[in-house]
């Protein structure tokens, strides 16, 4: 069963960091792509940041970039997140969600982790 697990969200201060992880298991890692997704209270769910396990190609919107990072663990099948100088319109429900490298349906997602950066 290809579960995915996220934790370290929480409560910050704007200009504050936190790192989020995505436990996976269940599946051959190194095939797959992991996208970060989020969803603000009353929007509609984006994804913000992908990293190619294999490769380690990433990717990030431009709302984040310079300000995150994803990187991957293949010894632990996590992928984390990395969020500096957050900033109030970045609270969300933060989503890992996993598919097979070059195809675009998602196998599984986790269940979400909440951030809330504060003014």
């Known amino acids: 069963e290809v579960q995915l697990v996220e934790s370290g969200g929480g409560l910050v201060q704007a200009g504050g960091s936190l790192r989020l992880s995505c436990a996976t298991s269940?599946?051959?890692?190194?095939?797959?792509?992991i996208t970060w997704f989020r969803q603000a209270s009353g929007k509609e769910r984006e994804g913000i940041s992908c990293?190619?396990?294999?490769?380690?190609?990433?990717y990030y919107i431009d709302s984040v970039k310079g300000r995150f990072t994803i990187s991957s663990d293949n010894a632990k099948n996590t992928v984390y997140l990395q969020m500096n100088s957050l900033k109030p319109e970045d609270t969300a429900v933060y989503y890992c969600?996993?598919?097979?490298?070059?195809?675009?349906?998602?196998?599984?997602w986790g269940q979400g982790t909440q951030v809330t950066v504060s003014s």
């Open positions: 990293i190619t396990v294999s490769d380690g190609s990433t």
């Open positions: 269940g599946f051959t890692f190194d095939n797959y792509a």
């Open positions: 969600a996993g598919r097979r490298y070059g195809e675009s349906r998602y196998d599984a």
